[in-house]
């Protein structure tokens, strides 16, 4: 990483040593993690040499287990020094900024709009054109590029914003108005010029981008995805565990609050006895054939997840019409009915089915889940073997458990 001028090697405790051989102690800076990704932050005091530093941590981990974290340290100092500082008509302003406008840094010539603590703020109170100050705070947010023209006191700046590619970090160049519509003239007369003009100042942001990039960023973000997708996963079923499972219906409920799905939980009939009579581990071998066939039977985009035990949900994403839910239902009744398990015995495993419909019957996952859980426990005081849909019209599902004993007791 060029301009660095501190390494540590540190446990999962932060307690380890720097590169210029000191012990260091991070565990109590704000600043450090132990999260799985890689973290690139800004702090006034690094806790190491008392100085401001854009602060990269890079777990480390030996054979998929987390050992601890390579810190590297870089000063404002090996920034600045690639800001293109004496160009852009002369003493130009810059600021590092994050998605809300909160200012990280600041360096260049001194600027009404670099000062304080929030560019964002700065800016409401000055007059903007080509841009609302609205559309700003969502291109901000949103980590949109963007050129305006913005004008405060005896200030009259053209400024550009855009994101340096790593986190939510954004660089803004502040220029003088007079110099920009001097450069404008000048070069729409000669478009060769502009064009080299151009690829001077994409330069001068690409050395930015690799002053401030790791070499390790993909590989990095690809072990990130592989642990999260580890830690989502239950591991005897390999389907979504139960936090990841209610977490991804709830961000699809809430990103998607007009499109119809269809929940579908179930467990297996008699587990228990499976257990009792066929051992544990048959009975192990049913749960991990059923989560095996589920992923192959429904779309890789319906969300398949193991709630405990033999309970498990199915959300099937954007039903379109009544006769797709039909469909489903038929579906999910025959998958069972044609469900076997086992390497030398083949057992056929029936499953009693409630289902739930969103927004129709709930709108979010635990009004949801318990919708389902009734219409669960309505198929079950019904005999087993077949699925409900809930209803207005279903008893209260306490009443349902104190009448329904022998699947009380399957459950604990």
């Known amino acids: 990483m060029p301009g660095t001028y501190l390494v540590a090697l540190v446990d999962t405790t932060g307690t380890g040593v720097a590169s210029d051989g ?92 670099t000062n304080g603590d929030n560019f964002l703020a700065n800016l409401s109170a000055s007059n903007m ?95 990130s995805k592989e642990l999260a997708d580890k830690a989502d996963t239950d591991l005897l079923t390999e389907v979504n565990n139960k936090i990841a499972t209610e977490r991804k219906i709830q961000e699809y409920m809430d990103e998607n609050p007009d499109s119809q799905c269809l929940m579908f939980m179930f467990d297996i009939d008699n587990f228990k006895k499976i257990n009792d009579t066929m051992g544990h581990a048959f009975g192990d071998e049913v749960l991990s054939t059923l989560g095996h066939q589920l992923r192959n039977e429904f779309r890789v985009s319906d969300i398949i997840g193991r709630l405990g035990g033999d309970e498990f949900v199915l959300f099937l994403k954007n039903i379109k019409s009544d006769e797709q839910l039909e469909r489903e239902s038929i579906r999910i009744t025959n998958f069972f009915h044609q469900f076997k398990a086992g390497s030398y015995v083949q057992y056929s495993a029936t499953a009693s089915i409630g289902a739930a419909i969103f927004p129709g019957d709930a709108g979010n996952f635990h009004d949801l889940y318990n919708c389902a859980d009734k219409a669960l426990y309505e198929a079950k005081r019904r005999g087993k073997n077949q699925l409900v849909f809930y209803s207005k019209e279903l008893a209260d599902v306490e009443s349902i458990r104190v009448t329904d004993d022998i699947d009380s007791n399957e459950k604990k």
Request: net charge negative; with cysteine; aromatic share 6%.
């Open 22 to 113: 000191t012990s260091v102690k991070l565990f109590n800076e704000p600043y450090f993690s132990i999260s799985g990704n890689v973290i690139q932050t800004h702090t006034m005091d690094d806790g190491i040499k008392g100085k401001e530093a854009f602060v990269t941590i890079v777990p480390m981990t030996i054979k998929g287990q987390r050992k601890g974290s390579i810190v590297l340290y870089a000063g404002l100092d090996s920034v600045e020094r690639d800001l293109p500082t004496k160009e852009y008509g002369g003493h130009p302003s810059y600021a590092i900024i994050s998605s809300d406008g909160t200012i990280v840094s600041a360096s260049g010539s001194d600027s009404y709009f």
């Open 129 to 223: 054109s080509e841009l609302t100050m609205s559309q700003v705070e969502v291109r901000v947010t949103r980590m949109t590029p963007m050129v305006f023209s913005a004008v405060k006191g005896d200030e009259n700046k053209t400024i550009s914003v855009a994101p340096i590619g790593i986190g939510e970090w954004q660089l803004v160049c502040i220029m003088n108005q007079s110099y920009v519509s001097t450069e404008i003239k000048s070069e729409m007369d000669n478009p060769r010029n502009l064009l080299i003009s151009l690829t001077v100042t994409l330069g001068a942001f690409v050395v930015l981008l690799l002053t401030l990039s790791l070499t390790t960023k993909i590989k990095s973000k690809e072990e």
